[in-house]
T-cell receptor
């Protein structure tokens, strides 16, 4: 069974620190990797996606992908209290890139303390 | 644009009752999805659609049905509600790589 694993946390970091969120996946054929942020009681919203090995930066966010290790991470620099949320890792199902079907991890709760 | 809208926001059902969760989008997206999210968990795909008239099962389709008669609407039908269907249901539509989620429907089956 295809799986996406995340540490549920909570991960607590002080304001201004770097938060590191990690995700592993089981399907070696997966090609696309997504990070969603979900505030309590709200719907998920896309932060960024990554396809290629290496790093992808967008503002304070950096996604890192290592396909050989089946590992994807999200770094949040200069963490702010407004970053406190649950971060969901999602991976496309191999062979289903046309349909956009995703498998989600259970999410990591991040708490940024002022 | 209203984006993705869902109704109702909350609903309590008795065991064995049926209901339809409504989902609509005004972005002319072909791809639409229904997910459920149990407390402290990620999202599980129930059904999806790649266009009007075309639907297919996701990871957890049992106990649900869908239809897609128009591009805009993608209702989810629950037949014979069970306590295991207590969850938050999210509808989403997709353009390119991004899925846009509706605000969700919180369903309790007692």
């Amino acid at each position: 069974q295809k799986e996406v694993e995340q540490n549920s946390g909570p991960l607590s970091v002080p304001e201004g620190a770097i938060a590191s969120l990690n995700c592993t996946y089981s399907d070696r054929g997966s090609q696309s990797f997504f990070w969603y942020r979900q505030y309590s009681g709200k719907s998920p919203e896309l932060i960024m996606f990554i396809y290629s090995n290496g790093d992808k930066e967008d503002g304070r966010f950096t996604a890192q992908l290592n396909k050989a290790s089946q590992y994807v991470s999200l770094l949040i620099r200069d963490s702010q209290p407004s970053d406190s949320a649950t971060y969901l890792c999602a991976v496309n199902i191999a062979g289903s890139s046309n349909t956009g079907k995703l498998i989600f991890g259970q999410g990591t709760t991040l708490q940024v303390k002022p | 644009n209203a984006g993705v809208t869902q109704t109702p926001k909350f609903r309590i059902l008795k065991i064995g009752q049926s209901m339809t969760l409504q989902c609509a989008q005004d972005m002319n997206h072909n791809y639409m999805y229904w997910y459920r999210q149990d407390p402290g968990m990620g999202l599980k795909l129930i059904y999806y659609s790649v266009g009007a008239g075309i639907t297919d099962k996701g990871e957890v389709p049992n106990g649900y049905n869908v239809s897609r008669s128009t591009t805009e609407d993608f209702p989810l039908r629950l037949e014979l509600a069970a306590p295991s269907q207590t969850s938050v249901y999210f509808c989403a539509s997709r353009q390119n790589n991004e899925q846009f989620f509706g605000p969700g429907t919180r369903l309790t089956v007692l």
